[in-house]
């Protein structure tokens, strides 16, 4: 009773899905990844275990492999729809006989769209061509995907929820974790837009460290700093870029969350400097 998106990139070594449903926290049940393994999204009467034994079985076998292991191995297949991406990019999808019209999928090359209970075959179509004419990071080209399910009629039941999960060796907070992304809309009544802005919030707080720009701090750009730190609270007097100031900033790039952002270097990421200057 979803529609939903599971996809690789081969550049940058990340997978991910993006589900909507008319359904509460479809983000709770439908997707599952694992760096460097793949992705998997299970959804109809979805079957919570695909989840796990699919990246599992992925750590040995292929997309298809293991779709037909999973499918397989259930008393009730009929019922079920999924989809996954494997650790090199191939997909596989499963739609059941039973499943709610229209269900179905559209796959391409490292990506596959996949729904039921939706407005029409246009649904994923539109799913598709979005993701494959969508530049920038993953996490866009899903979102992109989601908002053309949308636009084309996505769940005909209506909306209510939304999720995003994006993995990456290391990507997660300060590298603790290869969560890149995982962002969730439990119950709204545009789940997909929420979803979108809580993606703006994720991008600015949360960069992937190849897309940063970094602006060098020379003793103009130093007392910019230390004028703009002064008014938000974090007064040093100093006027050029030492242990005292670079140590205000920090604290204020903590205070805003943006640590994800710090640079030890006499250097400031671009973003970080927009955001503190546009305080004047």
């Not at 019209?101 to 061509?129: D, K, Y």
Request: one cysteine or more.
């Amino acid at each position: 009773m979803t529609f939903s998106i599971v996809a690789w990139d081969q550049q940058t070594r990340e997978w991910g899905i993006g589900v909507a449903s008319k359904f509460l926290a479809a983000g709770a049940v439908v997707p599952w990844a694992k760096a460097g393994i793949g992705a998997v999204a299970t959804q109809a009467q979805a079957n919570v275990s695909y989840g796990p034994r699919g990246l599992e079985l992925l750590q040995t076998r292929n997309a298809a492999e293991t779709v037909e292991l999973l499918t397989e191995a259930d008393d009730e297949p009929q019922h079920r729809q999924v989809a996954v991406v494997d650790g090199s990019g191939g997909t596989a999808s499963y739609t059941g006989r039973e499943c709610y019209e229209w269900a179905g999928s559209v796959s391409g090359p490292g990506f596959s769209c996949q729904g039921n209970i939706l407005a029409g075959p246009a649904v994923v179509e539109a799913m598709a061509t979005a993701f494959e004419h969508t530049t920038g990071e993953l996490f866009d080209r899903l979102l992109s995907a989601l908002h053309a399910g949308d636009d084309a009629g996505g769940d005909r039941r209506g909306k209510q929820s939304a999720a995003m999960l994006v993995v990456r060796e290391d990507g997660g907070y300060l590298g603790g974790s290869d969560v890149a992304v995982d962002l969730r809309v439990d119950d709204h009544s545009e789940p997909v837009g929420e979803l979108s802005r809580l993606l703006d919030v994720h991008r600015l707080l949360f960069p992937n460290p190849a897309t940063q720009e970094f602006v060098p701090i020379d003793d103009a750009t130093a007392v910019e700093i230390s004028r703009a730190l002064a008014r938000v609270g974090f007064n040093t007097g100093a006027t050029t870029y030492g242990t005292v100031l670079q140590r205000a900033l920090s604290d204020w790039m903590g205070v805003e969350n943006l640590e994800m952002r710090w640079s030890e270097g006499p250097q400031i990421d671009a973003k970080v400097l927009a955001l503190l200057l546009g305080g004047q």
